[in-house]
């Protein structure tokens, strides 16, 4: 699927480092701002021990995970909205993402610059939050004019178009983002046409020193911004990216003892990981047969045509039944032939709702 969640921040707060070791895509990571000028887009598999154990029980000759994208975008200023530094062109870039990851610093390090001259992440946060809300107050108040004019006129369409305007415009200016404000279910259908910046989920990723990743909780930095957060209903990640670019060149077995003697159960990349899927409304289903075990990524609410058009269109367009057993059901009988026999196999139409966890064979015609 082409969701992608853009990983934002000031310069400086470890956004590329911690790009580097999601994707080890190789960004470039410097001591200095705009380091990152084009966003660097990488894709990322999505640990899921369920992966591993329906290849255990069905050993297949290969096993695909899922992915998504994540884009690592260059640090954004003060005064962006306006165009300074690079403003226009990392605006334009979070535009394109679907989802947020914010990182924040809360860490103090005399060898690493801090944009603003001292470390304050809910001033991090207040600055990009404020560039995003000034962009799309931007994006409404034209149409807002356009459509106020015709709405005196009685014109139908430009009164319900200037009423939610109207509650845009009023949330800006009290620096409030659009994913504050409660719309009705087709008011949210127009928010969702305008592209607005601050409508987009988000999740802030608090990163910290590598000596302050086994007390973070701590930390008082992470703590203001799980308190700001709580307000927002966002989630917090706590990392430390150094760590983590530590973590990426080791493989399967001395990635663990190095997690054991930082006395830490997962890295923070595979929380951050989930959390950004589970941000992006994302779940997974699985294929699995001789040939491969597979993961698939699809959206919470996907039909079962939908969902098998993700394989390949001919899925969807002679779509049939699936044939449909629930990942725990599966574990539990141990095959799919026990499975069966158990009736925990189902025939599932055209309005089944695809459930995270499903393993499915699709059957179709062309």
């Not at 930390?219 to 709580?230: C, D, G, L, S, T």
Request: hydrophobic fraction near 40%.
């Amino acid at each position: 699927m082409a969701l992608t969640a853009g990983i934002v921040g000031l310069p400086n707060v470890g956004k590329s480092t911690l790009f580097n070791a999601i994707t080890q895509a190789g960004a470039e990571a410097a001591n200095y701002p705009f380091c990152t000028i084009d966003p660097n887009v990488g894709i990322v598999e999505v640990p899921d021990h369920r992966l591993n154990k329906l290849t255990e029980l069905v050993k297949p000759k290969k096993t695909v995970p899922t992915a998504f994208e994540f884009t690592d975008i260059a640090g954004i200023v003060k005064g962006a909205s306006k165009g300074e530094g690079l403003g226009n062109q990392f605006l334009s870039n979070i535009r394109q993402v679907d989802a947020i990851c914010h990182v924040v610093r809360c860490f103090e390090d005399e060898n690493i610059t801090h944009v603003s001259g001292k470390v304050d992440p809910i001033s991090d946060i207040e600055t990009i939050n404020l560039e995003l809300i000034l962009a799309d107050l931007e994006t409404i108040s034209k149409r807002l004019d356009r459509v106020e004019k015709l709405s005196r006129q009685k014109d139908k369409e430009a009164m319900y178009e200037f009423e939610i305007l109207s509650k845009l415009n009023e949330a800006f200016e009290i620096e409030r983002p659009a994913r504050s404000v409660e719309f009705t279910e087709d008011q949210l259908k127009y928010v969702k046409g305008l592209h607005l910046l601050t409508q987009k989920p988000v999740l802030y990723v608090t990163n910290v020193s590598e000596d302050g990743i086994q007390d973070a909780d701590q930390n008082p930095y992470v703590q203001k911004v799980r308190e700001f957060a709580e307000k927002e209903a966002a989630e917090v990640v706590v990392i430390s990216a150094k760590v983590e670019s530590e973590i990426a060149e080791l493989d399967g077995e001395e990635k663990q003892m190095f997690l054991e003697e930082l006395g830490i159960p997962e890295s923070g990349l595979d929380q951050l990981i989930r959390a950004t899927y589970q941000l992006l409304g994302l779940a997974t289903y699985f294929t699995a047969g001789e040939q491969e075990v597979r993961a698939w990524t699809f959206k919470k609410g996907t039909k079962a045509p939908r969902a098998a058009g993700i394989i390949h269109t001919d899925f969807e367009r002679g779509f049939i039944r699936a044939e449909t057993v629930s990942y725990d059901d599966l574990l539990d009988a141990g095959s799919m032939t026990v499975a069966r026999e158990r009736g925990r196999v189902r025939l599932e139409g055209k309005e089944y709702i695809v459930k995270d966890g499903d393993v499915i064979h699709f059957r179709f015609n062309v």
